[in-house]
Nanobody
Framework: QVQLVESGGGLVQAGGSLRLSCAAS????????MGWFRRAPGKEREFVAV????????YRTDSVKGRFTISRDNAGNTVYLQMHSLTPEDTAVYYC???????????????????WGQGTQVTVSS
């Protein structure tokens, strides 16, 4: 099991930036892909971005391409989500998650993830 703690959320004006962090402890962090998801009010949980175990491969959902970047520091057991050009549509609770198996390189389905953080709120004002 991996314990995940997100931080870095907050209130920002449209066009602004935030960097989310997710600190991990527990099973070998560097062996697993890490993902970011979000849930906006009244909406289903949505995949945002994923990074492979060694950080060589990343994938982002279309709505954040060119604005969000996912990265990881395996020595520090932390994964990041750098967000630029934020819009009110990005308002959501953001969750980091650790893949359930080492065989998945960049999974996008929530079911592929075994451990989840408690979430951090991102609010973008217009």
């Amino acid at each position: 099991q991996v314990q995940l703690v997100e931080s870095g959320g907050g209130l920002v004006q449209a066009g602004g930036s935030l960097r989310l962090s997710c600190a991990a402890s527990g099973r070998t962090f560097s062996s697993y892909a890490m993902g970011w998801f979000r849930r906006a009010p009244g909406k289903e949980r949505e995949f945002v971005a994923v990074i492979s175990s060694r950080g060589r491969t990343t994938y982002r959902t279309d709505s954040v391409k060119g604005r969000f970047t996912i990265s990881r520091d395996n020595a520090g057991n932390t994964v990041y989500l750098q967000m630029h050009s934020l819009t009110p549509e990005d308002t959501a609770v953001y969750y980091c998650a650790c893949a359930a198996s080492v065989i998945w390189d960049t999974p996008t389905a929530p079911d592929a993830y075994a451990d989840w953080g408690q979430g951090t709120q991102v609010t973008v004002s217009s």
